[in-house]
């Protein structure tokens, strides 16, 4: 279910002749203001900016009219993050304004939600030139007694499924790897020639010199493309672009389709769309964090790691369990954990974590993942039967193998793991038989 939460803004927000002013809501104080300074390449700003904005406001999959919904920004320690998902949660976007992109100092750290509305967005599509461009993110004076004459309030549906998304993406791009780097050139080429937004079919890109060309089966080194059409909002940035970095997870011949992030890099920002493995899927069902929030010290890991996380670039998951005295493995758990309230999430570019927090009940996790829920009720029922490295689960009148594979997954007899052979994540047999094998060790 959705979870609609209101949003207050002082005012909405606007491109003033002093420069682009964003509204913002929540954060650690009310309209909180993280950043304000010159942006160094205004045009690629704006047209980063209104890619985020544009993904927030598109149904790629089944689309219907817009409906738009905020982007949160995070401001941190040397970096401004933008990010979105779909109104189909299939795809994420997400701007990083690095150092170079910017000059002025960020005077606080938080998550909000930042109000992109339509006349904004038309100011930014006239955005040109080289004139400097002022961001301040946050209200230029908060005195309270602005707050009753001047507020915009705004009732958004902020779906529960981008929480999940944000949990989900966190996890899976952990796992990427840098798979290919295309001059700007020959990347404007390549995505100008791709399929349109009605094409669903899976494709697989293969660097080819100083391109990529597309295949309809995966190779080794291959990153899959599925949906073509939902690049287009990388465009807008092209002619500020250097280059199109790749990322993926390792593929072979007749590997199932998989999650893919393309990023457009200008030197001071760097905007990305990471797609999900088919265009009807979204990210918030991938399942992909169940393991990782299944264990049972998973929650006070989390409690632990984070009162220990600080708002640097990226997270040091090393220095993190020297920190906490946990091994590396428990503290990516314990990231999972804190991934479904919002509060890391993972960057490629960097290979690392980075911080946020978002206004979102932590306990939601187990809410929000039924499969989760129903381990759990497994375990307590007592229905895990452990033989070695495989079990029996009983389920209703039936009984469920559970096998564990040389390559440590979990396989089942049951109708979940028949349909999706793994891609949607573990079955609640497999996880139960998970928190099991966890207890008994």
């Known amino acids: 279910m959705n979870a609609v939460q209101t949003y207050r803004y002082l005012q909405p927000s606007a491109l003033r002749t002093a420069g682009l002013d964003l509204q913002t809501s929540g954060g650690p104080t009310a309209n909180p203001r993280f950043f304000s300074g010159f942006l160094t ?7 980063g900016l209104l890619a985020v904005a544009e993904v927030a406001r598109t149904r790629y999959h089944q689309p219907v009219s817009p409906a738009s919904l905020d982007p949160v920004v995070t401001g ?35 998550t909000t939600n930042v109000d992109v509305n339509a006349p904004l967005r038309e100011a930014l599509a006239r955005v040109g030139g080289i004139e400097p461009l002022h961001l301040a993110v946050g209200p230029d004076d908060l005195t309270v007694s602005t707050m009753e004459g001047a507020v915009v309030e705004r ?14 993406v966190h996890v899976l791009t952990a ?9 700007a050139a020959e990347a404007t080429a390549f995505l100008r020639r791709l399929p349109g937004s009605s094409d669903r079919s899976v494709l697989w890109a293969v660097p080819a010199g100083r391109t990529l060309r597309l295949t309809s089966r995966p190779t080794p080194g291959a990153v899959c493309l599925a949906g073509a059409g939902r690049l287009a909002a990388l465009r807008g940035l ?7 970095r790749v990322y993926g997870p390792a593929v072979r011949a007749g590997s199932p389709a998989v999650p893919s992030t393309w990023e457009l890099d200008t030197g001071s920002l760097r905007l990305s769309l990471t797609l999900s493995p088919e265009p009807y899927r979204g990210f918030s069902g991938e399942g992909a964090a169940l393991l990782a929030l299944a ?3 998973v929650i006070d890991d989390a409690e632990l ?36 309230a919002g509060r890391v999430g993972y960057d490629v570019a960097d290979a690392g974590y980075f911080h946020r927090v978002m206004p979102h009940d932590a306990g939601r996790a187990e809410r929000d993942n039924p499969r989760l829920v129903g381990a759990r ?65």
């Open 41 to 47: 390449t205004p045009a690629a700003a704006a047209a």
């Open 76 to 110: 941190s320690r040397e970096r401004l993050r933008f990010e979105s998902f779909s109104g189909c949660c299939g795809v994420y976007a997400r701007m990083d304004v690095v150092p170079a992109g910017f000059d002025g100092e960020i005077a606080g750290h938080g």
């Open 155 to 168: 009732k958004v549906p902020l779906p529960g499924r981008w929480m999940r998304g944000f949990a989900e």
């Open 175 to 183: 796992g990427f790897e840098p798979r290919a780097e295309v001059p």
């Open 238 to 244: 092209l002619r500020h672009a250097r280059t199109l």
């Open 295 to 297: 264990g049972d010290e």
């Open 305 to 340: 790691v984070g009162a220990l996380l600080s708002w640097d670039p990226t997270i040091d998951v090393a220095a993190l369990a020297d920190a906490a005295g946990l091994s590396d493995d428990r503290v990516r758990a314990a990231l999972a954990q804190l991934g479904t």
């Open 377 to 441: 009720t497994l375990v307590e029922q007592g229905a895990v039967r452990r033989d070695g490295d495989h079990a029996t689960v009983r389920g209703g009148d039936d009984d469920y193998r559970v096998r564990r594979l040389s390559d440590g997954n979990l396989t089942c007899t049951c109708q979940w793991w028949a349909k999706y052979r793994g891609q949607r994540g573990p079955c609640k047999h497999a996880l139960a038989v998970s928190m099991v094998a966890e207890v008994t060790v």
